[in-house]
């Protein structure tokens, strides 16, 4: 048993999804901390007024704080929780370079957030390339489902005509959905329209959205943190050391010390410091009882490491 739908964001202005045909409608919420779909309330609406089945989903970046966008998206979509199957959307845009492994952590921190403030286990969005050549593992042991992305080319689709996919998941064993093309058509909308199919019936699609564990405290337990100014360093020991001449910050990525760490040599660190600004993640150590200072341990872009870490 399977279902077909398909997927709508501003693009799709002025469309009654609830008249098109499909037995679900995946809906674009927000997008980092500051936008939300306009589209998003009449198309969510719509969509549970035909008597379809609902997602809503929220388009991650790296450029902004994870919690300040799960607590963005859980605002908005708060009337249909419970009611609707919740999602990330895992994908680059303009500013903000995501699908690296650094990335993954960001997704993860995203995932575990909104499942504690709401029981509900949302689901990851994100193309095979992206599943294939990412490391995965803590998403999927933490019993995240994926919907895959993969498009054969880009001639129309008339109609519902959902096909396998080519080639094979690397770190998931199956797929909750797959969205199989981006140039589907379907009569009451004469533009494109991403094309899905969810691989349940509708029971199992509730299942998704309704809360798998009872949510006792609101308020998820985060790390604790110092502050040394206008920078809030989360606090993790460990000890790293570079594979290359590092230079040392008093404020990460924005005053050099004039001094440096070469490869090989040990810093222990009591947390980290992001700068999307500088493109790096910092360690933050004492240097002594009064000054902080910092080193840059990894690209923000790329998830690359600049050393290891103990």
Known sequence: MSLNGFDVASYQAGMNVGEVAGDFVLVKATEGIDYTNPEFNGHAKQTLSAGKKLGVYHFIRN?????????YFLTVVKPYIGKAMLVLDFENTSGSTIQNQAGVDLAKQWLDYVYSQTGVRPIVYTGINCENVLNWDIVVNANYGLWIAQYN?????????PRDLY???????TA??????????????????????????QAAWDKYAKATKMVTNKSIVQKA???DGVWTITNEVGTFRPNQKLSI????????????????ESVKYFGYVSNPQAGYIY???????KLIYYVACREIATGRALGTFE
């Not at 080639?167 to 064993?173: A, D, I, T, V």
């Not at 360690?283 to 009882?289: G, H, L, Q």
């Open 63 to 71: 450029d902004s704080d994870i919690k300040q966008q799960a607590d």
């Open 153 to 161: 080319n880009y001639d129309v689709v008339n109609g519902y005509q």
């Open 167 to 173: 080639g094979s998941l690397k770190h998931w064993k």
């Open 176 to 201: 909750v959905m797959f969205q199989y093309t981006s140039t589907g058509q379907l009569p009451g909308w004469n533009g494109n329209l991403d094309f899905d199919v969810f691989y349940g019936d």
């Open 225 to 227: 943190t110092t502050k």
């Open 249 to 264: 910050f008093k404020y990460p990525g924005l005053e050099l010390t004039g001094k440096y760490y070469d490869k090989g």
């Open 283 to 289: 360690i933050a150590y004492r240097y002594n009882s």
